[in-house]
């Protein structure tokens, strides 16, 4: 039975790998030159930025884009810094209060919407930088009429231990997912790190969903559920901060995994519907594949650790001090032809996949490999932390547990 | 337009290929398996082969058949452990379970029975301090896998207890009419010196105390 899990397992990851490898080598012409770029307010959402916020803004005020055509709002979400005297020094710059303070970023957003009176806007949380072309390279995706946002390649920008150097792993490995995405037309995640929108279809659409935990994703299904585009432009960089401890990133995770199960159901009408096209047919079939592997990932887990845990428990309470003389390690040869094809052939398959992806990702970004203790845990303990996140994801999902953004 | 068919086709047969391709790699190790466990047979019956006609060497010319076997037994007892090790892990990561294991396992349990009607005569006949013990168990059975644990810590612990492990549920004519001579019921079931049957679970104290060790 564990047998034929794992294989369930490792066919189901080699599949749609190979799936998303056919995709890289598709070639999808894009029409990318822009003669008069469009109005644009830059939304800056902030709560106790203090530290970050001026960065964030000259980085902006350094865009290459024609000034008079850009407009920056930071929205002041409560702080109890000096996050609003801070942003105020910047004579460009427009500084509101939100009159809904603590409530949530969404509402922070919607309420810059209120002045946001240009063709697009951009989001861009306040711990984030962005790079002198990024904006320009954003707008340029807005020549399909129905592309209706566009987002960014996001790096790392606090690299400093443990646990920034393995969210870069994952910020490289989610790039190159997401511009496999919107190769197909699928992609449906605009992440606060610089995303842009088209203004009158968000507002036509009752902008972002104040009672969402991630009102960045909610918001790209909400635009694929009325069948408008979503699109990246690799080229076009952020850098942002991530979490720096174990509990920062616990609860960005535990957030991010409880949006995502919330809203593929509050989209599940998308779920094989013809009329949503490859994200109906096979973006959320494929999401749903993830959640179910995710399950059945951590029912196998946590069985072998329980039946390794009463194995060496019995072990112990028969043999006592004895259990000692039970310690003994195999020849190379034992090692070899002792090898176990039904759980070594699908564990060694799933991790050459990751691998493999990781390797492309990386070439994809130029980015270089960095071979320190980070990557070791990125595939040793870090699978397992995320398989935790996912579960307490999944549980506070559904006792419908405290929402926190 | 993108043919997303055609996409998931050439992905499902080429998941297809690889995962056949892992099936061979896994019959083929399977085969190694047999192989070196087939080595192993032949060396251990060569071995007590050579032992045998050492024996009738000597018996022959006159001289002591105890002085002989007093450093062969442990060797062939310590080769005999090696192959029911092997056997038993190779069979349990074997990809299909085929026929060629039940016939090493014939041949395997044959090889215990000669060699442990061998060890019974030499412990009579020598005198020698040697320890004998047949363990029958129920393969995947919790209760056999316990006493296993025991058994294997108290042979690690003493070099004169030899173990004859054997498959009740096996069916071979010759375990048959030994497990018919013990009146061996259940399992996990030992059988200490030709002497004592314990039917159950037999605790480390209680061998300890029956073996004498302390």
């Known amino acids: 039975m564990r047998e034929a899990i794992l294989w369930i397992l490792s066919f189901i990851s080699l599949l749609v790998s190979l799936f998303w490898l056919q995709i890289i080598y598709l070639k999808k012409k894009e029409k990318r030159i822009i003669k008069n770029y469009p109005s644009i307010s830059i939304l800056i959402p902030a709560y106790n930025e203090e530290k970050n916020i001026a960065k964030t803004i000259r980085s902006v005020l350094n865009l290459d884009y024609p000034k008079e055509k850009m407009k920056i709002i930071v929205i002041n979400d409560g702080s109890s810094d000096n996050t609003k005297a801070v942003a105020s020094k910047f004579k460009d710059v427009f500084v509101i209060d939100n009159k809904h ?30 790079s002198r072309d990024s904006l320009k390279k954003l707008v340029q995706m807005f020549n399909d009429k129905k592309t209706a946002a566009a987002i960014s390649r996001i790096k790392v920008k606090n690299l400093k231990n443990i646990f920034t150097y393995i969210q870069r ?19 449906h995640i605009t992440p606060g790190v610089l995303s842009v929108y088209r203004t009158n279809v ?19 299904m909400r635009l694929r559920y009325y069948n408008y585009n979503v699109k990246m432009n690799d080229g076009a960089v952020t850098y942002t901060n991530v979490p720096s401890s174990f509990k920062g990133l616990w609860g960005q995770r535990i957030r991010w995994f409880r949006g995502f199960i919330q809203n593929n159901l509050k989209y599940k009408k998308m779920f094989m519907s013809k009329r949503h096209g490859v994200m109906g047919k096979l973006q959320l079939p494929l999401n749903a594949i993830t959640f179910f592997t995710i399950l059945l990932t951590f029912f196998l887990l946590i069985y072998e650790l329980i039946r390794s845990l009463y194995q060496n428990i019995t072990k112990l309470s028969l043999l006592k001090s004895d259990i000692y003389y039970l310690i003994e390690f195999p020849s190379l040869k034992e090692l070899v032809l002792g090898i176990d094809i039904k759980y070594i052939f699908p564990l060694t398959i799933s991790f050459i996949i990751s691998l493999f992806l990781l390797h492309l990702a990386h070439k994809s970004s130029k980015e270089k490999w960095i071979f320190n203790p980070a990557l070791l845990i990125y595939f040793t303990v870090y699978p397992l932390l995320r398989l935790a996140h996912w579960i307490t994801a999944m549980y506070k999902e559904t006792i419908k547990g405290k929402r926190k953004w | 337009m993108v043919n997303y068919k055609k996409i998931l086709l050439v992905s499902f047969s080429i998941t297809i290929l690889v995962f056949l391709g892992g099936l061979l790699l896994g019959l083929s190790l399977d085969d190694t398996k047999v192989s070196d466990l087939i080595n192993n047979l032949n060396q251990n019956e060569l071995n007590r082969e050579s032992y045998l006609v050492e024996q009738e060497f000597i018996q022959t010319v006159g001289g002591s058949l105890c002085d002989l076997s007093s450093p062969r037994i442990q060797g062939l007892s310590n080769e005999l ?4 090790q092997l056997l038993t892990s190779y069979e349990k990561a074997s990809l299909l379970k085929n026929s060629e294991y039940t016939y090493l396992k014939t041949k395997y349990f044959l090889l215990e029975i000669r060699t442990f009607a061998l060890f019974t005569n030499l412990k009579k006949e020598c005198n020698y301090d040697l320890n004998t013990m047949l363990y029958f168990y129920d393969q995947g059975e919790q209760e056999s896998l316990n006493q296993g644990y025991i058994i294997d810590s108290l042979v690690e612990s003493h070099d004169n207890l030899h173990i004859f492990s054997f498959d009740r549920n096996f069916n071979e004519p010759t375990l048959g009419a030994l497990k018919l001579h013990y009146n061996v019921t259940k399992s996990p079931a030992v059988i200490i010196n030709n002497e004592i049957k314990k039917e159950g679970l037999t605790s480390l104290n209680e061998l300890k105390e029956i073996l004498n060790y302390e």
């Open chain 1, 169 to 187: 792993i994952e910020y490289i490995l989610a790039t190159f997912i997401r511009n496999l995405m919107s190769k197909i037309d699928t992609l």
């Open chain 1, 101 to 130: 303070k603590g409530i949530g970023k969404a509402s922070a957003l919607n309420q810059g919407l209120k002045f946001a009176n240009t063709e697009l806007f951009a989001v861009l949380d306040a711990d984030s930088e962005v």
């Open chain 1, 202 to 220: 968000i507002k036509k659409l009752k902008n972002f969903d104040e009672e969402n935990i991630t009102e960045d994703l909610e918001i790209a």
């Open chain 2, 81 to 84: 452990a090696n192959l029911g």
